[in-house]
């Protein structure tokens, strides 16, 4: 009889250790929708480009400051594409705020001779003031120098655009940016090479590595101007991959680039500045541009 007990005891202990290892294999087992959810990062939600921004800041250089456009060897602001408040121009914060709102709501702080190592400092002050739009136009004087050895290396120039973006985020990270591109130096170098008083003007040193013997076609001649032209092609290269990276940026495609500025457009001064009539046409694109739905492609 003891036999017996034991012998049922250790089948019954068996039995129960069978059936209590179903149970954990059947919950090892469950169906693939009685598991835990996983966790799935939430999308970014895409950064809506506003049209119409109520305030605006412009960093820049001479063509921003609208220098020889109004009189020589001066500043003219008054006339400036990005945040004039001539009506003639019809500046981008004219258009954008209207003439009540123009002067109260957009700040110039482009500075004539700026060179792109100069952006970063004036993307702070732009910060400062918490506008809802900064435009750029910079790089011109990087290439405009005294000799082509001279012109600030790409890799440079890229370091400190991203720097530039990089100060803006810092002080306010949802501002817009509207990046035009450098215009062609070497057009206007075609432009300008008919004007007697160009010329005369261009003697004095402006832009030497592109403007200098303007009436030179020889072969190093041509290889000096087409080494400054392919730089400027290069800087435009950085604009537009540095922006690309920043969701609230956006560069106008090569627009000023292409432009082809005539003897209207430019200074009668000095026959490469633009003139309020360049001006306004920097104004139309940068408009064109800001208002787009989509950016250029």
Same mark, same amino acid.
């Given at each position: 009889?003891?036999?017996?007990?034991?012998?049922?005891?250790?089948?019954?202990?068996?039995?129960?250790?069978?059936?209590?290892?179903?149970?954990?294999?059947?919950?090892?087992?469950?169906?693939?929708?009685?598991?835990?959810?996983?966790?799935?990062?939430?999308?970014?939600?895409?950064?809506?480009?506003?049209?119409?921004?109520?305030?605006?800041?412009?960093?820049?250089?001479?063509?921003?400051?609208?220098?020889?456009?109004?009189?020589?060897?001066?500043?003219?602001?008054?006339?400036?594409?990005?945040?004039?408040?001539?009506?003639?121009?019809?500046?981008?914060?004219? %258009?954008? *705020?209207?003439?009540? #709102? $123009?002067? +109260?709501?957009?700040?110039? /702080?482009?500075?004539?001779? !700026?060179?792109? &190592?100069?952006?970063?400092?004036?993307?702070?002050?732009?910060?400062?003031?918490?506008?809802?739009?900064?435009?750029?136009?910079?790089?011109?004087?990087?290439?405009?120098?005294?000799?082509?050895?001279?012109?600030?290396?790409?890799?440079?120039?890229?370091?400190?655009?991203?720097?530039?973006?990089?100060?803006?985020?810092?002080?306010?990270?949802?501002?817009?940016?509207?990046?035009?591109?450098?215009?062609?130096?070497?057009?206007?170098?075609?432009?300008?090479?008919?004007?007697?008083?160009?010329?005369?003007?261009?003697?004095?040193?402006?832009?030497?590595?592109?403007?200098?013997?303007?009436?030179?076609?020889?072969?190093?001649?041509?290889?000096? %101007?087409? *080494?400054?032209?392919? #730089? $400027?092609? +290069?800087?435009?290269?950085? /604009?537009?991959?540095?922006? !690309?990276?920043? &969701?609230?940026?956006?560069?106008?495609?090569?627009?000023?680039?292409?432009?082809?500025?005539?003897?209207?457009?430019?200074?009668?001064?000095?026959?490469?500045?633009?003139?309020?009539?360049?001006?306004?046409?920097?104004?139309?694109?940068?408009?064109?541009?800001?208002?787009?739905?989509?950016?250029?492609?």
């Amino acid at each position: 009889m003891r036999g017996r007990q034991r012998f049922r005891t250790a089948v019954a202990s068996a039995a129960a250790l069978l059936l209590a290892a179903g149970a954990l294999s059947g919950c090892d087992a469950a169906a693939p929708e009685a598991a835990a959810p996983s966790v799935r990062a939430k999308p970014r939600p895409a950064v809506v480009w506003d049209p119409s921004p109520s305030s605006v800041a412009a960093v820049g250089d001479s063509i921003t400051r609208a220098f020889d456009a109004c009189t020589v060897l001066a500043d003219c602001p008054e006339v400036s594409w990005a945040t004039g408040t001539d009506a003639a121009v019809n500046s981008l914060a004219l %258009r954008l *705020l209207g003439p009540e #709102r $123009v002067s +109260a709501r957009s700040w110039n /702080l482009a500075r004539t001779g !700026a060179r792109m &190592a100069e952006l970063p400092a004036q993307m702070e002050q732009a910060a400062a003031a918490k506008p809802e739009l900064v435009t750029v136009m910079m790089g011109a004087n990087d290439a405009c120098r005294d000799r082509t050895e001279l012109m600030t290396p790409v890799a440079e120039f890229r370091a400190s655009f991203a720097s530039a973006l990089a100060a803006l985020r810092t002080g306010a990270p949802k501002a817009q940016v509207y990046v035009a591109s450098v215009p062609d130096l070497m057009r206007l170098w075609s432009t300008g090479r008919v004007s007697s008083m160009g010329r005369e003007v261009w003697k004095l040193g402006l832009c030497a590595s592109m403007l200098a013997d303007p009436l030179d076609l020889s072969a190093a001649a041509e290889r000096r %101007r087409t *080494l400054v032209r392919d #730089r $400027v092609v +290069a800087y435009n290269t950085v /604009l537009r991959e540095e922006c !690309a990276k920043d &969701a609230r940026c956006r560069y106008d495609g090569g627009a000023v680039f292409a432009y082809r500025f005539g003897g209207a457009q430019l200074s009668p001064w000095d026959w490469f500045h633009p003139s309020r009539d360049g001006q306004a046409r920097l104004a139309e694109i940068a408009h064109r541009q800001v208002t787009a739905a989509e950016p250029p492609a």
